[in-house]
């Protein structure tokens, strides 16, 4: 089913599914139809990091360096998730930390406990790995 592009097609994945499932295009979300959220940036950053954190394991582990990576959740720690959280009225912030499992947010001080933890002696065998420090969204 390979065909070539359209010339200024933009290409890629979101030309690719909306190409093949025109019907489908309310339904698959991200990546049919254009998306002002930056949410495809986002993801692809997020999973960059995990290819680069298991990367460099494969290049230092041998010399004893480890390396590893926190996931944050929503933490209200700078001024881009403050604007966020004031954006939501108090429907959209209660639905938000309704998502959470510990029915909270998250602190600047439960980031640093687990970038403490990789830090540490006790993780000096700990590699490769991500850490999701979110409550379990």
Known sequence: M???LPAGSGGGAPYEAGRLWPHRHDQLGCGVA???TGI???TAAKHALVGLTKQFTQEFARHGI???S???GFVLSNPT???QWESYDPEGQRRMVERIHTRRLGRAEDIA???AFFASEAAEWTTGQILSVDGCT
Request: no cysteine.
């Open 2 to 4: 390979s065909q070539r």
């Open 34 to 36: 254009s998306q002002l």
């Open 40 to 42: 495809q940036a986002y």
């Open 66 to 68: 480890t390396a590893n």
């Open 70 to 72: 926190v996931a944050p």
């Open 81 to 83: 998730s403050q604007r």
């Open 113 to 115: 406990a687990a970038v």
